[in-house]
């Protein structure tokens, strides 16, 4: 049986405004102020998904309640993902594949939750709300699980401007959106369809779960070993994990500018192999005159433009990284099977990240107004010392800087040591909890400064 959203549905996903969430989430201040997401006596705070089975949100206090619950969640759902990916990845470092493949597969389920949330979606087992007005709520009519209704979801938000709308603006390589490094060929609309790609893209797995439950039900209740345990290359697995950290340091301008500006290149040699049919390349004048002007519109250092330039040309930097290779890669081979999903969990995290700090941005939030819940999280997770929280939350960068230059230091000094998953374990000894702390890239991604 062929699943899909009813008619109905697909009208109030449609009819959602970004402005109402905006004003939804407005509305969580009174209870930040007191150290709470989402006040005391919302009907929704614990039971939520009870409580929704047994009755619909009526009344205009709870509703009320819904939508506010929906908006908190859309950062908190995010940081959970964040969550999910450092325990594949540490998963992934002591050699369970098994493991590392069922973490980063609800990573990336609670990305889409996240993005979903932010545009006023709410996901709840197997009832689901939208956000319809400011504080508002109604009920989609479809009744299916948190697996196949987020997919659904996703696949049809995707496709409305909107979403094209908000990817152009979240993406922001050098401090300029994607919408303004592509202003001259339409911005936004011209930005909508690869949107739409990116997302059913690193979402593929919602997808696939959907159409195979019985494909995730194999890694994620059948036993491993049957009729093979998963294996990996240990310096395969670590040079992917050092890879996927690459691309997350914060920069002054952005929390995920590495991430960005490979966006950004992908997405210029995609754009003008779209409108010529020939693939992009530095020794096509048409393309290189494509990015000059690109780069030139930004009114950048010459230093800068100098930079980007010979990277948009790939006359630096000029491999993708690891992630943006894995994500495209579909299940089916056991040996980079952990790989792509992790991958996928990345990116669509990062849109996630960042469509949930647009939302409390907008709403007026910043990091102090948080600190009631990040400095509790921080705490909890060993990110820091109790009683010492960083001055800046991407000051968190550094701890990840010094692990990676330690293990590097441990592979001059023993090359054998990545040869076997003991030698890992040992070699590495200290160094994996830092390189599975993603919560860290969470937290400097939320938290508006």
Same mark, same amino acid.
């Given at each position: 049986?062929? %699943?899909?959203?009813?008619?109905?549905?697909?009208?109030?996903?449609?009819?959602?405004?970004?402005?109402?969430?905006? %004003?939804?989430?407005?509305?969580?201040?009174?209870? #930040? +102020?007191?150290?709470? *997401?989402?006040?005391?006596?919302?009907?929704?705070?614990?039971?939520?998904?009870?409580?929704?089975?047994?009755?619909?949100?009526?009344?205009?206090?709870?509703?009320?309640?819904?939508?506010?619950?929906?908006?908190?969640?859309?950062?908190?759902?995010?940081?959970?993902?964040?969550?999910?990916?450092?325990?594949?990845?540490?998963?992934?470092?002591?050699?369970?594949?098994?493991? @590392? #493949?069922?973490?980063?597969?609800?990573?990336?389920?609670?990305?889409?939750?996240?993005?979903?949330?932010?545009?006023?979606?709410?996901?709840?087992?197997?009832?689901?709300?939208?956000?319809?007005? =400011?504080?508002?709520?109604? +009920?989609?009519?479809?009744?299916?699980?948190?697996?196949?209704?987020? *997919?659904?979801?996703?696949?049809? *938000?995707?496709?409305?401007?909107? !979403?094209?709308?908000?990817?152009?603006?979240?993406?922001?390589?050098?401090?300029?959106?994607?919408?303004?490094?592509?202003?001259?060929?339409?911005?936004?609309?011209?930005?909508?369809?690869?949107?739409?790609?990116?997302?059913?893209?690193?979402?593929?797995?919602?997808?696939?779960?959907? +159409?195979?439950?019985?494909?995730?039900?194999?890694?994620?209740?059948?036993?491993?070993?049957?009729?093979?345990?998963?294996?990996?290359?240990?310096?395969?697995?670590?040079?992917?994990?050092?890879?996927? *950290?690459?691309?997350?340091?914060?920069? @002054?301008?952005? !929390?995920?500018?590495?991430?960005?500006?490979?966006?950004?290149?992908?997405?210029?040699?995609?754009?003008?192999?779209?409108?010529?049919?020939?693939?992009?390349?530095? @020794?096509?004048?048409?393309?290189?005159?494509?990015? $000059?002007?690109?780069?030139?519109?930004?009114?950048?250092?010459?230093?800068?433009?100098?930079?980007? +330039?010979?990277?948009?040309?790939?006359?630096?930097?000029? $491999?993708?990284?690891?992630?943006?290779?894995?994500?495209?890669?579909?299940?089916? =081979?056991?040996?980079?099977?952990?790989?792509?999903?992790?991958?996928?969990?990345?990116?669509?995290?990062?849109?996630?990240?960042?469509?949930?700090?647009?939302?409390?941005?907008?709403?007026? &939030?910043?990091? @102090?107004?948080?600190?009631?819940?990040?400095?509790?999280?921080?705490?909890?997770?060993?990110?820091?010392?109790?009683?010492?929280?960083?001055?800046?939350?991407?000051?968190?960068?550094?701890?990840?800087?010094?692990?990676?230059?330690?293990?590097?230091?441990?592979?001059?000094?023993?090359?054998?040591? &990545?040869?076997?998953?003991?030698?890992?374990?040992?070699?590495?000894?200290?160094? #994996?909890?830092?390189?599975?702390?993603?919560?860290?890239?969470?937290?400097?991604?939320?938290?508006?400064?």
């Amino acid at each position: 049986m062929t %699943l899909a959203l009813h008619a109905l549905d697909k009208a109030a996903i449609s009819a959602l405004m970004r402005s109402q969430m905006e %004003l939804t989430t407005a509305g969580l201040k009174l209870h #930040l +102020k007191r150290s709470a *997401w989402i006040g005391k006596s919302n009907h929704y705070r614990q039971d939520v998904v009870a409580k929704l089975k047994v009755a619909s949100p009526a009344t205009v206090q709870h509703q009320r309640n819904l939508a506010q619950y929906i908006a908190a969640s859309a950062a908190l759902h995010s940081n959970d993902g964040w969550s999910y990916l450092g325990r594949s990845v540490a998963c992934l470092l002591a050699g369970d594949t098994h493991r @590392a #493949l069922h973490l980063a597969y609800y990573a990336e389920l609670r990305a889409a939750m996240s993005l979903l949330a932010s545009a006023g979606i709410g996901i709840f087992s197997n009832r689901h709300y939208v956000v319809s007005a =400011a504080n508002q709520t109604s +009920k989609l009519r479809i009744e299916i699980g948190t697996h196949v209704a987020a *997919w659904l979801a996703l696949e049809e *938000w995707s496709q409305l401007p909107a !979403s094209g709308a908000l990817f152009g603006r979240l993406i922001r390589p050098e401090g300029r959106t994607l919408d303004e490094w592509f202003h001259a060929q339409g911005g936004a609309v011209t930005l909508a369809p690869q949107a739409k790609a990116w997302f059913m893209q690193w979402g593929m797995d919602l997808a696939l779960a959907t +159409k195979d439950r019985d494909a995730r039900n194999d890694s994620s209740y059948r036993p491993d070993g049957i009729p093979q345990t998963g294996k990996m290359n240990p310096k395969v697995g670590f040079q992917f994990v050092r890879d996927m *950290w690459s691309t997350l340091e914060p920069s @002054a301008t952005s !929390s995920f500018e590495n991430i960005d500006r490979h966006i950004l290149r992908i997405a210029m040699e995609r754009y003008y192999q779209g409108l010529t049919g020939k693939p992009a390349s530095a @020794a096509d004048p048409a393309f290189v005159a494509l990015v $000059d002007a690109a780069v030139s519109a930004q009114s950048l250092a010459t230093s800068t433009e100098d930079r980007l +330039k010979r990277f948009l040309l790939r006359r630096i930097a000029a $491999d993708d990284p690891l992630i943006f290779r894995y994500s495209g890669t579909r299940p089916g =081979a056991p040996e980079t099977d952990a790989f792509a999903v992790m991958a996928r969990a990345v990116l669509l995290l990062r849109v996630a990240t960042g469509s949930a700090h647009d939302l409390l941005h907008q709403a007026g &939030f910043n990091a @102090a107004a948080l600190s009631f819940w990040w400095q509790k999280l921080g705490e909890a997770r060993g990110l820091w010392k109790p009683g010492a929280p960083p001055v800046a939350l991407a000051d968190l960068w550094a701890d990840i800087e010094d692990g990676l230059r330690e293990v590097e230091e441990i592979e001059v000094d023993d090359p054998a040591s &990545f040869e076997t998953m003991s030698g890992v374990a040992y070699g590495a000894f200290g160094r #994996l909890h830092v390189l599975a702390s993603h919560e860290r890239v969470g937290l400097w991604g939320l938290c508006p400064t």
